[in-house]
């Protein structure tokens, strides 16, 4: 099979077949084109600067698109249940790193909504990062010039602040990890 259908329920063996770059969430085929805006890859750039720069010296890497990240209902991760593609993602046990991805959660999840990806992000991507315990996870949202930091309590997100363009952005999971926001959405 060269590329999936809207209608069908895959599999990871279905995914292994697909051309071009693909997420497979709950059975489910997501196209990841077309490419994102201008702006989209400055921000993620700007981002992955800020962590890179915190995270240098300490255990953490991080990862930018493409990075195929899996999760598994059995934690086999030979065949996962789902495969995703998050703008950025901070794993910080090397254990999941292998030569394919991340196996299982990282710490910190980043995505940049376009107008594409907006509902899965805030949907699909949300309820799976949250049932497969992403500790901390960030919604960009160029267009209102915001940033959603949730955090996982008990098994749940708490939606932790809402950052406007003025603020600077606090991680709860790395407290000393700030990325003031007065930049980010000017690509000029």
């Known amino acids: 099979m ?8 895959y599999s990871f063996q279905d995914w292994l077949t697909w ?7 709950n059975g489910k085929a997501f196209n990841m084109s077309p490419a994102p805006t201008s702006l989209h890859q400055f921000i993620v750039g700007e981002l992955h600067f800020s962590l890179r720069t915190f995270f240098q010296n300490r255990k953490c890497i991080v990862f930018v698109v493409p ?3 899996y999760f598994s209902e ?13 703008d950025l993602s901070v794993v910080c046990s090397k254990d ?15 995505e940049v909504l376009s107008p594409s990806t907006a509902l899965k992000d805030f949907n699909e991507k949300f309820n799976l990062y949250q049932k497969y315990g992403v500790n901390e996870y960030w919604i960009v949202d160029p267009g209102n010039q ?5 955090t996982l309590e008990e098994g749940s997100y708490l939606n932790r602040h809402l950052y406007t363009e003025q603020e600077t952005i606090q991680s709860v999971l790395y407290p000393e990890l700030e990325i003031p926001l007065r930049n980010l959405f000017k690509l000029n």
């Open 2 to 9: 060269a590329k999936p259908d809207n209608k069908g329920t």
């Open 96 to 110: 999941q790193i292998t030569k394919n991805g991340c196996q299982g959660a990282p710490s910190l999840i980043i």
């Open 146 to 150: 915001t940033v959603h930091v949730y």
């Open 67 to 69: 990075f195929d990240v």
């Open 19 to 25: 051309e071009g770059a693909w997420e497979l969430i």
């Open 74 to 86: 059995n934690e086999q991760y030979d065949v996962p249940d789902h495969v995703v593609q998050p």
